[in-house]
């Protein structure tokens, strides 16, 4: 059976450490990581002393995700780390003072919003891992978008083993972005960090699942806006996924759709009617928090759901406004 194949989770949130599940409520709106976790430990204090949030999650549960492979794998292991926002408006300000005074006028508060790969940086250096590196800027589908990319690499052949998930970290900027973007009745924002490791060949090891598909697909649409036909997306979302994995919507035990909006969670579920009927609907938003990284996080749960027995095929379909899509099928191992 060809991989990739999902060896370890990990992960960083609202609920603390781990991949928790099913989780207690949170009791706020906002799901931010609560600031006495003790993250630091297992670092030198100078590596992480000057640290951001983003990375220093992404760190954390990349290593949790990697914890059970040799070191030697580790060093060799790539990463593909989603984030879901890229030019954000700190970084047009800092480019704008820039441009019009000279790198003199560059406001170092500013820095840490412009660097959007600085975790898969920091992760490098913090755990010694030498293999290939993407950061992408997927909005709200990013946790499931790097996960698709790291599925690509692994399965031909440029990589052996990747960590993959997202980071986010619920900044002030990006909460004045969303809010009107997502309306009353949506889902909290969230913040955090969720990984897991794929490999190619796990050798002896069970893996928790196997990746059986990966896709994508899009339709036009404004770039804080989203697709006004959203069953049409789904469909060709799940076909492009079908055509990998071999099998369809129809025969998923459980199903993960947006619910970014009261608008997606209405025509995500009308969806899943039409075309997944016998599917459980995977609601994670909610607990996790809505961000792009929380994608990674239901791919961890629905894997070590897998491992369990509890389902035995899942998919995931994520839509970031923008109209971009990517899907993710995991399957038990026979």
Request: glycine content about 14%; aromatic content about 6%.
């Amino acid at each position: 059976m060809k991989g990739p194949f999902v060896t370890g989770v990990g992960g960083v949130g609202p609920l603390g450490t781990g991949i928790l599940w099913p989780p207690p409520k949170p009791s706020s709106d906002a799901r931010r990581v609560p600031a006495d976790l003790p993250l630091r430990e297992g670092f030198s204090a100078q590596s992480t002393r000057w640290l951001d949030g983003a990375s220093l999650w992404w760190a954390n549960a990349a290593r949790q995700a990697l914890t059970h492979l040799s070191p030697d794998t580790i060093a060799v292991a790539g990463q593909a780390v989603g984030q879901s926002w890229g030019p954000t408006a700190p970084v047009l300000d800092l480019e704008k003072g820039i441009w019009s005074e000279g790198p003199g006028a560059m406001n170092p508060a500013l820095f840490p919003f412009t660097a959007g790969n600085a975790p898969a940086g920091q992760a490098s250096l913090l755990l010694g891992l030498t293999g290939p590196s993407l950061t992408l800027h997927a909005k709200e589908a990013s946790g499931l978008a790097a996960l698709v990319e790291a599925s690509r690499l692994v399965a031909c052949g440029a990589a052996e083993t990747m960590v993959a998930g997202g980071t986010d970290e619920l900044a002030p900027f990006l909460l004045f972005v969303l809010k009107p973007l997502r309306g009353k009745g949506a889902p909290p924002p969230g913040e955090g960090a969720y990984a897991l490791a794929l490999e190619r060949d796990p050798g002896p090891r069970r893996p928790l699942a196997r990746v059986a598909g990966w896709g994508g697909a899009s339709r036009p649409c404004g770039p804080h806006a989203f697709p006004v036909d959203p069953g049409a997306l789904l469909d060709d979302l799940a076909a492009a996924v079908g055509r990998t994995a071999g099998w369809g919507p129809s025969s998923a035990d459980a199903v993960a759709l947006p619910a970014e909006t009261p608008f997606w969670q209405e025509a995500a579920e009308a969806w899943r009617r039409r075309r997944a009927p016998g599917a459980e609907a995977f609601r994670f938003q909610d607990p996790l928090g809505c961000c792009g990284a929380a994608w990674a996080g239901a791919a961890a749960v629905l894997a070590a759901r897998t491992a369990r027995n509890e389902t035995g095929r899942s998919l995931l379909l994520a839509v970031s406004s923008g109209g971009a899509a990517w899907g993710l099928a995991l399957e038990a191992l026979p």
